[in-house]
């Protein structure tokens, strides 16, 4: 179990929903590679997160964004991301 703050927690949970991942939200080191990583994740999963972040939180992460690896890097990054930037 890692320490996630209440947003890293919410958006863990919506990664494994959209995903079908067979993992508990809090069990997601917020550090570790979320492509590649231990979950397994691919480029088509990330495309995944990101059209679900988009119905979400109002917020699209074009795959011609120039820190989209560094946004995708890890759970922690991406979460940062979307509360910077989300409309909702």
């Known amino acids: 179990m890692y320490s996630l703050t209440p947003q890293e927690l919410e958006l863990s949970a919506l ?16 550090e570790a590679p979320l ?3 231990a979950l397994g994740l691919d480029s088509i999963d990330i495309l ?6 988009g119905k979400k939180y109002g917020l699209m992460i074009s795959s011609d964004n120039d ?4 946004i995708f890097s890890c759970l922690r990054n991406l979460c940062t991301y979307v509360q910077a ?4």
């Open 15 to 30: 990664i494994i929903a959209a995903l079908n991942l067979p993992v508990d939200p809090q069990d997601i080191d917020p």
């Open 35 to 37: 492509y590649g990583g």
């Open 48 to 53: 995944e997160i990101s059209m679900v972040i």
């Open 67 to 70: 820190n989209k690896v560094e």
């Open 85 to 88: 930037h989300r409309s909702n």
